[in-house]
């Protein structure tokens, strides 16, 4: 039996190593976090792999966000990746501070429990990270976090998703057509 | 009168704190280097935004890359953004290594020169940023650098280029549909 609001068993477990599938084609993603009881959920658009395994990915949470404290005391986030159905859901989100209001209500987001983590994850989204803070050097200069991630679920794989592309100036591009080009890669190239 | 072999005017010059119009949307992009008199290209997925003004972004490059010890010790690189016309060519190049090969001949790459740094830089390209190595703290434990975009050079609006997102596995989307939000947008979060 899963643990209670556990993620829906529409998702799948990949293996953490597979994360550049989903952050890799750069998604705008929706950045959740706990600390001291409270929830909250940001918009992010910046942040990158880094690694395969250890699955590692970083990115960049300003110091005037309200999780960038949270993230930084807590040492735990989740990265929920969501398709074009929940456009303005981001774009609502992204301006809007937790400080003001409970986005969660506002928005009307589920929630879900994180596995591994102590932090609320999103159901409506098609991809989930769950992550925890492994190097904290760059946030004093940059507000850059060196996440690992420790479980990478996913709803709607990377293939056929639509995800949401921002370009800056409230303008935005959809993941379009699907192409595959394997026959021109070398064989220790597939498969990740 | 343009310097010798500059780019062709159908480029324009943007603010370099407009980078993350090309970049955050998350192209496969094409890192250039020069170094004892040997220029290299090699294909680039893992890059992300840091700041506005300075424009700052990072980038992995993988310490087995012939670009990885160029860009160190010239401290200097382009981010050469293309459409989905050079797909193949930018498989390609992630496929082979600047060791065993030319790749600006193997792939018929026409060159150019950057303006504030001494680097090739690829007109077939939408986009180009001319980068100095900013901080290298992060090289030795992730290859990870963080650069000043010094030049931003467009020829492709990202607003309707077509650019290659790879979702791994030898498998890529193009950017989609065009969709703005503007009226969602706070005014202050606009025009950048």
């Known amino acids: 039996m899963p643990a209670q609001n556990a993620l829906p068993d529409t998702f799948a477990d990949w ?3 597979h994360a550049r599938q989903v952050l890799e084609p750069g998604p705008v993603v929706l950045l959740t976090t706990r600390h001291e009881g409270r929830d909250n959920v940001m918009t992010l658009g910046w942040h990158q792999v880094l690694d395969f395994s250890p699955s590692r990915i970083s990115c960049m949470v300003s110091a005037g966000n309200h999780s960038f404290a ?6 735990t986030c989740a990265i929920n990746v969501p398709e074009a159905d929940l456009l303005d859901t981001l774009v609502g989100i992204g301006n809007c501070s937790g400080a003001e209001v409970d986005k969660f209500a506002r928005f009307k987001l589920a ?3 994180a ?3 102590d932090v609320p994850v999103l159901p409506q989204c098609a991809a989930i990270l769950e992550c925890r803070l492994h190097d904290a050097r760059m946030v004093e ?3 850059l976090f060196i996440l690992e991630v420790v479980r990478l679920c996913v709803r709607v794989d990377p293939a056929e998703a639509t995800f949401v592309h921002f370009i800056g100036d409230g303008r935005f591009r959809l993941t379009g057509e699907s192409v595959a080009r394997r026959a021109l890669f070398r064989p220790d190239m597939l498969g990740i």
């Open 111 to 113: 929630k879900a429990e």
């Open 115 to 117: 596995r591994e983590i």
């Open 141 to 143: 200069d940059y507000n």
């Open 70 to 75: 949270a993230l930084r005391a807590s040492g």
């Open 15 to 17: 293996p953490a190593s």
